[in-house]
């Protein structure tokens, strides 16, 4: 009897609040022959207003070996799906796709698919160095989206499409008038497939993505806005001194994002931010480090989710594997903070 009252008043809260039919946050499910659902582009990703708190991971790709197993679909498909079992991910942000063919596109798009999950494309800057590497990346993706196979499906899947991680920062394609120039193309030939376009970048660059001080935009930031979709925004206390303590992070990341929503006001995500569990060569020396801090960082995020919710601003860990001490996930597989699901407000 009281299964039966307790199943009813179940029944009764999941019909006041339906989860709204579209993708990835809702009920919508993509076919899984790779054919595009029968929906218009129009009505198939949720609403912008249920974008926020946590999205997914940066999910780190690099192996330069393009048939190296973590570029194949398996690998992802895998991942991906503890990714959602345990964490409740929805978004994965492909994070420096070394492998500049087709194939690890396309193998995101379908590890997407068998998980029903988005995937957000990212053009590999080489780290600002030459010209050829970012411009395979980018025609391995405009492939994608002309394919037979791929191309009908990609905008269901693609959430959306950054001309590089810290391009700007690392100075790929010039970082100025070129790069800018480049920037408007690519997202003019994602706009045609129906992808939102920008880039990942930090905008606490004063002088150059904001203005002198930090005041307003700066010469590059405003010619970034002008040509995205989106502001997917690296917000950093980790890098903000030498040695940087968790206690500095909160108040950083609430004033930095009250400035993007002035500055800026595009859609926002924050696609990277990160704290370490225990000192690594590749993260500066900073001591305010360990367990204790790593958890505390993130749990804070998930406190803050009607925070979150009231900015209208989506945040991804960074990252699944493949960033040293930033990782969520040890190398034997386990997770660095075990049994957290963190919720959605
Ligand atoms: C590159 O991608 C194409 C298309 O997916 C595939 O046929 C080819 O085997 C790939 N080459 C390498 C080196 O992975
Ligand atoms: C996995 O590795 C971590 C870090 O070395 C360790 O703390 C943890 O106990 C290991 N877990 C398992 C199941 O071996």
Redesign the pocket.
Known sequence: MRSVISTLVLAALAAATPKPHCFPYGTATLPKDLSKPHVPLKDWWCPQSMAYGFQGFSYPMEYYD??APQNGFEYMRDDFARMKRDFGASIVRMYYPVCT???VF?NAIRAGVANDMAVIFQVWTNFGDGNEEWQQSQQAIYNVLSSETFGPLAPYVVHSADFGSEPVGDGMDGGGDQFLTDLGQFRAVMNAHGIHAGISEDWDRPGIMSGDHGVGLGPIGARVRANSDHCHAHIMPYYLSSNPTVAQAWPYIRQQIAWLARNVQLPTMITETQWAWAPHPYHGGATDVGLAQYTEYWKKFDEECKFFKLNNVGWFLHTWLGEATFDMVYDNGSYVIPHWRPRKC
């Open positions: 393009c048939s063919n087709e194939s396309e």
